[in-house]
């Protein structure tokens, strides 16, 4: 975490800006030159050489391997610019506030060790000077801001920032959802809070996703930071060959046979012990040599069940279903009449206009079991619904499919409970304890899709990625989709008090849901009505 410096209060030395970067690293930083700096540390610093008042240069996109010095060049390049004075505001923006604190001291310590005092008012009191912020005498600042929380404002006094650098955004479990909520805060919120007079952009990563922010920028997925130059992504060994051999103790050896390390810093011994360390080959190949995660090692479910023939059913077309908020979904007929039908909910309690950070999305998913045993993926209405809106459209589907709605009681139970009764009242709702980890409940359910057991009616894309990236073992946000599609699997042996719900009428409350068929299908008989 932060650790607060008085920065130049233990030092009388005088800041004296260095005209080159050569000559600032080796006046200050000298251990930096231990090893020839490489094609990359060059270019990254002359393009600091070339910032100056009034010049927008095109948005630098810098994709380097984990360890060859990216946090550390940036952080000292933007040392160098603190004593130069030409840039008054600088802002760092990382996927999470914890770790643009984290970087914001190491730039604290830079700065002290140069010398430069933190601005003081007229009574000699600190001037925002704390873990989120840093303000020099010589009118220097940086501020530190984390896309998972709020971001309101980021202006300093009557400054806007001069220089924007993201670091570090991505992180190795994001889903799309989380993807495409980092990316509206980029486009809405930081993008626009730079000078209009002038601004420059530094993107630094190292690409480790294939959907991540990084990973769309680079391969023109991303439609802003038009402007943006892309060099080349850099690998910590070109032409990277290993064999791995396993030891008389039973453990797994690795040893790089061919290539070429694009540093002296990074070389062969170094990434050797990377795979054969506490990190492991897995990690180094993703985070070193951009073999982009896909999640299929750790993941429980596995791409070719996904993909055997007969498994997904969309060639028998039903309709098209209309939901709260205007959303339309295709709905196509199981093969066979379904014996039990059941919508499960992973509600969520957050309001995403209030909600701090990220809030997770609501998975809504229906299963129904046919006569011959299999299940079937009905509907996946999931997605980042606040409260008020995911019980109408939970409720219209249920209604749709004349089933009962399942949710589960650990979190917030007892409102998801009353929200839900308030708009489906001639619905059966149950609630299901989970005594057992997701992963211990999502096996069953995954096993049966191994065994052929289960069927997609439909194209279930956001699903089908989730299943094949979800890491059990990592500490990352909820997997709200398999959450529901888990919490359906388990109502189809529940036993409910009053049997299969008659629906007396469409439900449309807070929403408008209108089937635009000229007949009704009864997915319990498998016939039109």
Same mark, same amino acid.
């Given at each position: 975490?932060?650790?607060?410096?008085?920065?130049?209060?233990?030092?009388?030395?005088?800041?004296?800006?260095?005209?080159?970067?050569?000559?600032?690293?080796?006046?200050?930083?000298?251990?930096?030159?231990?090893?020839?700096?490489?094609?990359?540390?060059?270019?990254?610093?002359?393009?600091?050489?070339?910032?100056?008042?009034?010049?927008?240069?095109?948005?630098?996109?810098?994709?380097?391997?984990?360890?060859?010095?990216?946090?550390?060049?940036?952080?000292?390049?933007?040392?160098?610019?603190?004593?130069?004075?030409?840039?008054?505001?600088?802002?760092?923006?990382?996927?999470?506030?914890?770790?643009?604190?984290?970087?914001?001291?190491?730039?604290?310590?830079?700065?002290?060790?140069?010398?430069?005092?933190?601005?003081?008012?007229?009574?000699?009191?600190?001037?925002?000077?704390?873990?989120?912020?840093?303000?020099?005498?010589?009118?220097?600042?940086?501020?530190?801001?984390?896309?998972?929380?709020?971001?309101?404002?980021?202006?300093?006094?009557?400054?806007?920032?001069?220089?924007?650098?993201?670091?570090?955004?991505?992180?190795?479990?994001?889903s799309e959802y989380i993807t495409r909520q980092k990316e509206d805060t980029i486009t809405k919120s930081i993008i626009p809070a730079a000078s209009s007079e002038w601004c420059n952009f530094i993107f630094a990563q190292n690409p480790m996703i294939p959907n991540g922010v990084f990973s769309r920028l680079v391969d023109g997925r991303a439609d802003y930071f038009g402007d943006r130059d892309i060099p080349t992504i850099e690998k910590a060994i070109q032409g990277?060959?290993?064999?791995?051999?396993?030891?008389?103790?039973?453990?797994?050896?690795?040893?790089?046979?061919?290539?070429?390390?694009?540093?002296?810093?990074?070389?062969?011994?170094?990434?050797?012990?990377?795979?054969?360390?506490?990190?492991?080959?897995?990690?180094?190949?993703?985070?070193?040599?951009?073999?982009?995660?896909?999640?299929?090692?750790?993941?429980?479910?596995?791409?070719?069940?996904?993909?055997?023939?007969?498994?997904?059913?969309?060639?028998?077309?039903?309709?098209?279903?209309?939901?709260a908020g205007g959303r339309k979904i295709p709905l196509f007929k199981p093969p066979e009449p379904m014996v039990k039908i059941v919508v499960g909910v992973d509600g969520n309690v957050a309001d995403r206009s209030t909600a701090t950070g990220i809030p997770d999305e609501c998975g809504i998913v229906a299963v129904g079991q046919g006569i011959s045993g299999k299940r079937y993926v009905l509907a996946d209405l999931s997605g980042p619904h606040d409260p008020t809106?995911?019980?109408?459209?939970?409720?219209?589907?249920?209604?749709?499919? $004349?089933?009962?709605?399942? =949710?589960?009681?650990?979190?917030?139970?007892? /409102? *998801? &409970?009353?929200?839900?009764?308030?708009?489906? %009242?001639?619905?059966?709702?149950?609630?299901?304890?989970?005594?057992?980890?997701?992963?211990?409940?999502?096996?069953?359910?995954?096993?049966?899709?191994?065994?052929?057991?289960? $069927?997609?009616?439909?194209? =279930?894309?956001?699903?089908?990625?989730?299943? /094949? *990236? &979800?890491?059990?073992?990592?500490?990352?946000? %909820?997997?709200?989709?398999?959450?529901?599609?888990?919490?359906?699997?388990?109502?189809?042996?529940?036993?409910?008090?009053?049997?299969?719900?008659?629906?007396?009428?469409?439900?449309?409350?807070?929403?408008?849901?209108?089937?635009?068929?000229?007949?009704?299908? *009864?997915?319990?008989?498998?016939?039109?009505?």
């Amino acid at each position: 975490m932060f650790c607060k410096v008085n920065v130049g209060l233990s030092t009388a030395r005088q800041v004296v800006a260095a005209e080159t970067w050569e000559s600032f690293l080796a006046d200050n930083f000298p251990e930096r030159l231990k090893h020839p700096l490489s094609k990359r540390h060059i270019r990254l610093w002359e393009w600091f050489a070339r910032l100056s008042p009034g010049v927008d240069l095109p948005v630098r996109i810098e994709g380097w391997p984990r360890g060859g010095g990216k946090s550390t060049s940036v952080q000292d390049g933007i040392a160098w610019l603190a004593t130069k004075g030409q840039i008054k505001f600088v802002l760092y923006v990382c996927g999470t506030q914890a770790d643009a604190q984290m970087h914001l001291a190491s730039i604290a310590t830079r700065l002290e060790k140069l010398g430069l005092k933190k601005a003081e008012g007229m009574y000699g009191r600190s001037k925002g000077y704390n873990k989120s912020v840093i303000r020099c005498s010589n009118g220097f600042s940086i501020k530190a801001v984390g896309l998972d929380q709020a971001i309101r404002g980021v202006k300093l006094d009557d400054d806007r920032p001069q220089l924007i650098v993201f670091d570090d955004i991505d992180g190795l479990h994001d889903s799309e959802y989380i993807t495409r909520q980092k990316e509206d805060t980029i486009t809405k919120s930081i993008i626009p809070a730079a000078s209009s007079e002038w601004c420059n952009f530094i993107f630094a990563q190292n690409p480790m996703i294939p959907n991540g922010v990084f990973s769309r920028l680079v391969d023109g997925r991303a439609d802003y930071f038009g402007d943006r130059d892309i060099p080349t992504i850099e690998k910590a060994i070109q032409g990277l060959e290993y064999t791995s051999l396993r030891t008389p103790s039973g453990r797994v050896s690795h040893k790089i046979t061919k290539g070429i390390p694009t540093w002296e810093g990074q070389g062969i011994e170094t990434c050797e012990k990377k795979m054969n360390g506490r990190e492991g080959i897995q990690s180094f190949l993703t985070e070193s040599q951009h073999e982009i995660y896909d999640g299929s090692q750790f993941a429980l479910w596995k791409k070719a069940w996904l993909e055997y023939p007969g498994f997904r059913l969309d060639q028998a077309y039903f309709g098209v279903e209309t939901f709260a908020g205007g959303r339309k979904i295709p709905l196509f007929k199981p093969p066979e009449p379904m014996v039990k039908i059941v919508v499960g909910v992973d509600g969520n309690v957050a309001d995403r206009s209030t909600a701090t950070g990220i809030p997770d999305e609501c998975g809504i998913v229906a299963v129904g079991q046919g006569i011959s045993g299999k299940r079937y993926v009905l509907a996946d209405l999931s997605g980042p619904h606040d409260p008020t809106e995911w019980p109408v459209i939970a409720t219209n589907l249920a209604s749709v499919l $004349h089933c009962p709605i399942v =949710f589960e009681k650990n979190q917030g139970g007892k /409102l *998801n &409970w009353m929200v839900l009764n308030a708009v489906a %009242s001639n619905l059966e709702i149950e609630g299901t304890w989970a005594s057992e980890s997701k992963e211990a409940r999502a096996v069953p359910v995954a096993t049966l899709y191994s065994q052929g057991m289960y $069927h997609h009616c439909g194209e =279930f894309g956001q699903l089908e990625t989730e299943m /094949l *990236n &979800w890491n059990p073992h990592a500490r990352e946000k %909820s997997p709200n989709r398999i959450d529901a599609l888990v919490i359906a699997d388990s109502g189809l042996g529940m036993t409910f008090t009053s049997g299969p719900p008659r629906v007396k009428s469409q439900i449309t409350p807070r929403g408008q849901s209108t089937l635009d068929l000229p007949k009704k299908f *009864n997915y319990r008989t498998g016939e039109d009505e």
